[in-house]
Structures are given as C-alpha cells and as structure tokens.
C-alpha cells in the first residue's frame, strides 16, 4: 500500500512544475495528479507516490483507501521530442471498487 506524500511546487517560465521532496525523490517517488472518478469526478491533487504503480493497488490519502483504476502518462510533442507532461491516476474508494467489480461479474453471468 503507497502513502501519499507532501510535495513542493514553484513557478517557472514555462508553468508550474511539482517536484516530490528530496526524500521521497531518492526513493523513486513521482508527482502524480490523483482523480476520484466516482460522478461527479472529484480531484484529489497532486501526490508523490512510487513510479510502478499499476492498476488495482492500493493507496491512502488522507487518510481514505482508495484502488486505482487507471494510470495514464501522456506526453506533448515539443521541439520535435515527446516529453511527459502529466501522469494520473484515477482511483475508486476501496468499498466503490469491489462493488464495481462483484457487479461486473453479475452482469456476465447473466
């Protein structure tokens, strides 16, 4: 299970850029844009979390369980190079997640 993490932002020319505390950059932690997806979509922030999450894992915020349900990288052609320009995760609470999941399977059942 990740923990989120404080993170520290400044302003460049180019817009603002999140780095991840020291500490949490030594251990291989990213910032991360968190997305409860529940409707209507709720967002969490910004995070420092480990750069191998996938999808289903678990991680806390504040406190609250949440499950991921997707990871998205997305990029931007700049100069002729894609470079990242934002990493998501979108998260369901833990209780939402199973609920979702025990239904999917009820409707292939039937």
């Known amino acids: 299970m990740a923990m989120a993490s404080n993170l520290a932002a400044y302003q460049r020319s180019q817009g603002l850029q999140v780095l991840c505390r020291k500490k949490d950059r030594e251990r291989d932690h990213h ?56 990493k998501r995760l979108d998260v369901l609470s833990t209780g939402r997640y199973i609920l979702n999941l025990y239904l999917e399977n009820l409707l292939e059942q039937s």
């Open 31 to 86: 910032p991360y844009k968190v997305i409860e997806i529940t409707p209507p979509p709720k967002n969490l922030g910004i995070r420092c979390f480990p750069s191998n999450l996938q999808c289903g894992e678990s991680v806390t915020i504040e406190g609250q369980a949440y499950t991921i349900s997707a990871v998205t990288h997305r990029y931007q052609l700049r100069k002729g190079k894609y470079e990242p320009s934002e």
